[in-house]
């Protein structure tokens, strides 16, 4: 079953066009997130499992927390006998392990990573083997003056600006997404996870929350698909990696964003309204889904 029960978006494998994967990169990164763990250093050359490369000694590490077991996290398949064993390229009931890159191979069982080596084996913080799914929701205006005029850039282009959070977890800027749950559809995670980040929505009265609910209703009625794909995450690892589909809901003429009230809650520390600009640094990929919404709406970048 390609569709994956809840969850239709991923049902197709593909990159959005004009988006070539990457070598990654961040993926690579020296000390591996929240650990004292040094990845075995791998040149840009030989990234891909085409090139050979016998001295590559990943470093194995699956972090305590994963090994816990929380709930959205698989078994150690290399330690313990599964059964059933785990449906890879397919689905588990709910749970989602089709890669939107098409299918991934398996060596010795375990899923090997497809945009190549990382210099670390394991899982490290991510809790499937194989793909992890998540969902970034780009939500963008027209940056406008006083008077209501659109503010133009350096480029003579008009300037866009998109709801951006401060990341808990290492206190960089990113784009208020999350993991999709088992059996979650893509769009259902955008809009919980915009609640959840930019607007607090843990902390809301009911009362509150039936507010907030009407104002994504009118914000979310539609969205478009800007990038479905693999991440370049610096959690990634040979063995399991984060993808997503990232979708820009754009507020035209700035009449539904008017009533957003932005409050930082959840995984995020704070929140803002950021200037889209080709100078930005952004957690993993985003900068990346950034430039594709520029590029749709012909803004400064």
């Given at each position: 079953n390609r569709g994956c029960m809840g969850n239709k978006a991923?049902?197709?494998a593909r990159l959005s066009p004009g988006m070539k994967p990457k070598c990654h990169i961040k993926a690579r990164c020296e000390i591996y997130p929240r650990s004292q763990i040094k990845r075995f250093p791998v040149p840009d050359d030989k990234v891909p499992w085409t090139t050979k490369f016998p001295e590559y000694k990943p470093v194995d590490y699956t972090s305590e927390s994963i090994l816990k077991r929380p709930v959205y996290a698989d078994p150690d398949i290399r330690t313990e006998k599964v059964d059933p064993p785990l449906s890879f390229n397919g689905c588990d009931g709910k749970i989602n392990r089709v890669s939107h890159m098409g299918d991934y191979e398996l060596v010795d069982g375990i899923p090997r990573n497809p945009q190549g080596r990382t210099g670390l084996m394991g899982r490290?913080?991510?809790?499937?083997?194989?793909?992890?799914?998540?969902a970034d929701p780009i939500v963008t205006r027209w940056k406008v003056?006083?008077?209501?005029?659109?503010?133009?850039g350096p480029d003579g282009k008009p300037v866009l600006q998109f709801v951006s959070v401060q990341r808990r977890d290492n206190h960089q800027w990113a784009l208020p997404g999350g993991m999709v749950d088992a059996g979650e559809v893509v769009t259902a995670t955008v809009r919980r996870e915009f609640g959840e980040e930019a607007m607090n929505s843990i902390q809301m009265s009911s009362e509150e929350k039936k507010r907030m609910e009407k104002e994504l209703d009118e914000l979310f009625a539609t969205g478009r698909e800007i990038f479905r794909g693999y991440v370049d995450d610096p959690r990634n690892t040979d063995n399991s990696w984060m993808e997503t589909v990232a979708f820009n809901f754009h507020d035209e003429d700035g009449s539904c964003l008017g009533k957003i009230n932005l409050c930082a809650g959840d995984d995020a520390m704070n929140v803002r309204w950021t200037?889209?600009?080709?100078?930005?640094d952004l957690y993993a990929s985003h900068v990346d889904f950034l430039e594709e919404v520029a590029k749709f709406h012909n803004a400064s970048w």
């Open positions: 991923t049902a197709v490290g913080t991510l809790g499937r083997w194989g793909p992890n799914h998540a003056d006083e008077s209501g005029k659109i503010i133009k200037d889209l600009s080709g100078t930005l």
